[in-house]
């Protein structure tokens, strides 16, 4: 069983950086594809990013340009690094683990974290 701790949110002016990360045991980490999605009260759970196992990255358009994620498999961790903010991406973020899928589909991933909230304010 997987299981994925988040950090790394915050309260941050628009404009201005975070970094997420998202560390997970009980698994061979190297072998699984990583996600990030995020969700706002009343809607839906939305993809931000993703790495594959074999590196692939994959990022919605929202974010293309300004987040990069990354892996450390080493460290078992997984990073969401996220510049120029806006008030639009408050929301809390999730990581997920998918040990088959690579993508942007929430319903293909296995694992999922509690959650790290980011409010960025205007």
């Known amino acids: 069983q997987v299981q994925l701790v988040e950090s790394g949110g915050g309260l941050v002016q628009a404009g201005g950086s975070l970094r997420l990360s998202c560390a997970a045991s009980?698994?061979?980490?190297?072998?699984?594809?990583m996600g990030w999605f995020r969700q706002t009260p009343g809607k839906e759970r939305e993809f931000v990013a993703a790495i594959g196992w074999g590196g692939n990255t994959y990022y919605a358009d929202s974010v293309k340009g300004r987040f990069t994620v990354s892996r450390d498999n080493a460290k078992n961790t997984v990073y969401l690094q996220m510049n120029s903010l806006k008030p639009d991406d408050t929301a809390n973020y999730y990581c997920?683990?998918?040990?088959?899928?690579?993508?942007?589909?929430?319903?293909?991933?296995?694992?999922w974290g509690q959650g790290t909230q980011v409010t960025v304010s205007s």
């Open positions: 009980g698994g061979p980490f190297s072998t699984y594809a």
């Open positions: 997920a683990a998918s040990s088959w899928y690579q993508g942007g589909q929430s319903l293909n991933y296995d694992y």
